[in-house]
């Protein structure tokens, strides 16, 4: 399970009165598929996020609402700082702020991270 606040970039987009970076915040519960008696870990995660970006202005903001599935595959294990790559298919709800209705669309997304593992098993990381 893994919580995740930053600042997120949208590039591509083609809304002219939004900026394409704003606030998000993930949470995504992760099964471990491989990687049992000492071999290298595979894991599916279920992810849902929230991203706000802000209008040109302050005003008119865009929510994004984000689910779906990544996949894990950690590149070492037994070591202080694991590197991993992902990849993820998400399904992604965009509203903007007084306009009626939504717009969906599909994410796919690509990560290299860093797992840094500390003290009763918790993991800081750091995701490219």
Not at 3 to 9: A, D, H, K, P
Not at 59 to 83: C, E, M, Q
Not at 88 to 112: A, K, V
């Amino acid at each position: 399970m893994s919580f995740e606040l930053g600042y997120r970039s949208v590039t591509g987009h083609r809304f002219p009165t939004v900026i394409g970076n704003g606030e998000t915040f993930m949470f995504d519960y992760a099964w471990r598929l491989i990687g049992f008696e000492k071999k290298i870990g595979a894991y599916i995660s279920v992810l849902l996020g929230y991203t706000i970006l802000k209008g040109i202005g302050g005003d008119p903001k865009v929510s994004i609402l984000s689910y779906g599935w990544t996949f894990r595959h950690n590149l070492a294990r037994d070591r202080k700082w694991i590197p991993f790559i992902g990849y993820g298919l998400l399904l992604n709800n965009l509203r903007e702020d007084g306009l009626d209705g939504s717009i969906y669309g599909h994410q796919t997304r690509f990560e290299f991270d860093l797992d840094r593992i500390g003290k009763k098993n918790n993991r800081w990381f750091i995701k490219f």
